[in-house]
């Protein structure tokens, strides 16, 4: 192998010291050492423990005494992970990858005494050690980058055969990898976290709107009742236009509460074991006469919920099926569960109008209604609400078709069909 020189240089300073810190390295670059002095304990650096073991396997198949996994800035040089010695910390002039970092490729010497690059190296001369057989690989990242080396050395001199040099750059390559997969798994727990915090936020706006809107709300339908029980309002004009305002208002009303009610969802569930039928039981209640000479079955079944968003979808659910009857044919809804818990599905058939199946998605969507003749009128946030809580217990919804007419919602927890 020829040690020709590349363009591959580290990161200068600061910016090289921001993409260790990306990378979970956390090495302390503090004072530099000067060039000479003793080295120092390195400072722990966070690395995953699957470099130590990678550290092992380099020294095993070059058939080495030591090996390490170092980090090279531009001055300072640290070993964040080291077998058959303690990780130290140096000048970056000092080290032997120091010298040949920059190479961009593998670099094998046979004995360090015999070769002018090293021979006068602290490391190699007595001061600091006694190497004689050395060889590094650079880690780059996938832009290229240099973040440090891959090095075996022995107090011995030895060589590298073709397979093993091959054998050394493969595991290098797995230390960018277990590097990049720290990376990666930084990044997304910071945008989980900037998730939650947008969502806890979100929480709060709507809570503080809904809070605004039903103070001038409800005194809009206040005054409209009291308009329309004036005797010299309820003749005329005057009466139906006040009677337009209050169904105005309490549909407004009715949308902010529904807002508010989706903008909850898809925070932190509970799954907590819950029997169907007593859910069942206070969704029915809680629509109260809505749902009067309505037949609601439920075959009872144990499933892990959250008990007060499983309520929610069960209702939204029933008060659809409710909302969206065939004329002259009595609501039925019949709810069962099926599965294994953590894992089951939610199955609530009605025989009702149902979805033309090319609204499927669209109806999921919120403020979307099918604003078909003889609905009801209605906010469109229902489906969405239900597709929401599916989402925050790692399930989703899907629609079918139920036997005989009418429409099947399925509604899939912790897993199911993609």
């Known amino acids: 192998m020829t040690d020709q020189v590349s363009e591959r ?22 004072e530099v ?30 058939n080495a005494q030591y090996g390490a ?21 140096c000048a970056r002039e000092d080290s032997l990858c120091g010298q040949v970092f920059r190479y961009g490729h593998t670099v094998v010497v046979a004995d360090c005494t015999e070769d002018a690059r090293f021979r006068t190296n602290p490391f190699v001369d007595g001061r600091f050690g006694a190497v004689r057989f050395y060889a590094t690989t650079p880690l780059l990242t996938t832009e290229g980058v240099p973040l440090g080396t891959l090095c075996i050395f022995d107090e011995h001199p030895g060589e590298l055969t073709e397979q093993q040099a091959a054998g050394l750059e493969t595991l290098a390559a797995q230390v960018v990898d277990v590097l990049d997969l720290q990376l990666r798994t930084r990044q997304l727990d910071a945008t989980v976290s900037e998730l939650r915090r947008s969502n806890e936020l979100l929480g709060e706006f709507a809570g503080r709107i ?7 709300l409800t005194n809009v339908v206040g005054l409209a009742e009291l308009a329309e029980d004036e005797p010299a309002l309820q003749e005329g004009p005057a009466g139906t236009y006040f009677k337009r305002i209050g169904a105005s208002a309490l549909r407004m009303s009715s949308m902010v509460e529904n ?15 819950v029997s169907l039928a007593e859910v069942v039981s206070a969704a029915v209640d809680d629509l109260g006469h809505h749902v009067d000479g309505v037949r609601v079955t439920v075959d009872d079944f144990t499933g892990h919920a959250d008990r007060e968003q499983l309520r929610v979808l069960i209702q939204n659910l029933v008060a659809n099926a409710v909302a969206y009857a065939r004329p002259g044919l009595p609501p039925s809804v019949h709810i069962t569960g099926s599965g294994s818990p953590p894992f089951w ?74």
């Open 210 to 216: 809904s809070h605004d809107l039903r103070g001038p």
């Open 69 to 89: 996994i170092n980090v090279i800035t531009e001055d300072e040089f640290h070993q964040i992970a080291a077998l058959g010695l303690e990780p130290l910390m």
């Open 345 to 418: 599905r939610l199955d609530v058939a009605d025989n009702g109008k149902g979805i033309p199946e090319e609204d499927y998605d669209r109806v999921l969507e919120p403020l979307v209604r099918l604003e078909r003749e003889g609905d009801p009128a209605g906010t469109g946030i229902g489906l969405a609400t239900c597709a929401r809580i599916a989402q925050a217990h790692d399930g989703h919804l899907a629609f079918d078709r139920t036997p005989g007419g009418g429409l099947t919602v399925r509604v899939w927890f912790g897993s199911g069909p993609g």
């Open 9 to 30: 240089r580290p990161a200068r300073g600061s910016v090289h010291a921001e993409l260790l810190a990306q990378y979970g390295l956390g090495v302390a670059l503090g």
């Open 33 to 62: 050492l000067p060039v000479g002095s003793m080295p120092q304990p390195a400072a722990p650096s966070g690395a995953p423990a699957a470099l130590q073991n990678l550290v092992s396997l380099a020294v095993q198949l070059c």
């Open 259 to 273: 807002l508010l009610g989706y903008s909850r969802v898809g925070g932190a569930t509970r799954r907590d074991p």
